[in-house]
């Protein structure tokens, strides 16, 4: 079955220290990857994708993620958070193998402590 | 511009009822999208709308979901004989098309059924 896995319910680290949240997918056929943040109150954000070329792809607000086909990993990173960037980050996977899949990680909250 | 736009924002209604979600699309956008987000859970693909026509309709739960885009704009969902285990927020999102094109989110319909 295609899925996307977020293992982290919640992610904290210290204002000013890099971030990390997590992605892993599982799909068959060639797969366009993103991340989206959902901050309190408002709908989803795109942050930023990868569909080919250079692994690390660069976004919104400094955030970054490299993709490692090897490990079927998305990482989400930042070099330094902001308390501003607390809020509700989630993975999504799109892919075509006959039918069309786009599959939601069950979302990470990122608390960026002052 | 304008975003996504969804009415109502809130819908309470009684099991058994029949009830209609309206989404508005970024002007221009030829590829809309319906989610269906439970609390603690990350969006569910529900149905995919290529211009006036469901593209891939796989995520709809049973027959009782419908959607419609008549005029390759806005989008109506439509559920029959609500149950309770319909309640969640509906998410409608539009697209410049394809999969590989990030996703623009609306700010979703909470559905109660009570």
């Known amino acids: 079955a295609q899925s996307v896995a977020q293992p982290e319910d919640q992610v904290n680290v210290a204002e000013g220290n890099p971030l990390t949240v997590k992605c892993t997918y599982s799909?068959?056929?060639?797969?366009?990857l993103f991340w989206y943040v959902q901050y309190p109150n408002r709908g989803l954000q795109f942050l930023l994708k990868y569909i080919t070329g250079d692994n690390l792809v660069k976004g919104s607000y400094g955030f970054e993620a490299e993709f490692n086909k090897s490990q079927t990993s998305f990482h989400l990173k930042k070099p330094s958070a902001l308390v501003s960037d607390s809020a509700l980050y989630f993975c999504?996977?799109?892919?075509?193998?006959?039918?069309?899949?786009?599959?939601f990680g069950t979302g990470t909250r990122l608390k960026v402590l002052a | 511009g304008a975003g996504v736009s969804q009415t109502p924002s809130n819908k309470v209604t009684e099991k058994g009822k029949y009830v209609e979600l309206r989404c508005d699309p970024i002007?221009?956008?030829?590829?809309l999208y319906w989610y269906r987000q439970s609390l603690g859970q990350g969006p569910e693909f529900l149905i995919y709308?290529?211009?006036?026509?469901?593209?891939?309709d796989s995520g709809l739960p049973n027959d009782r979901f419908f959607a419609v885009r008549p005029e390759g704009s806005v989008s109506t969902l439509k559920i029959q004989r609500t149950e309770r285990g319909d309640s969640a927020v509906y998410l409608c999102a539009s697209s410049l098309g394809g999969i590989y094109n990030e996703q623009f989110f609306g700010p979703g319909t909470r559905l109660t059924v009570l």
């Open positions: 709308f290529q211009g006036t026509g469901a593209a891939d």
């Open positions: 999504a996977v799109s892919v075509r193998t006959g039918t069309y899949k786009y599959i």
């Open positions: 002007s221009g956008h030829t590829a």
């Open positions: 799909v068959s056929g060639n797969p366009y």
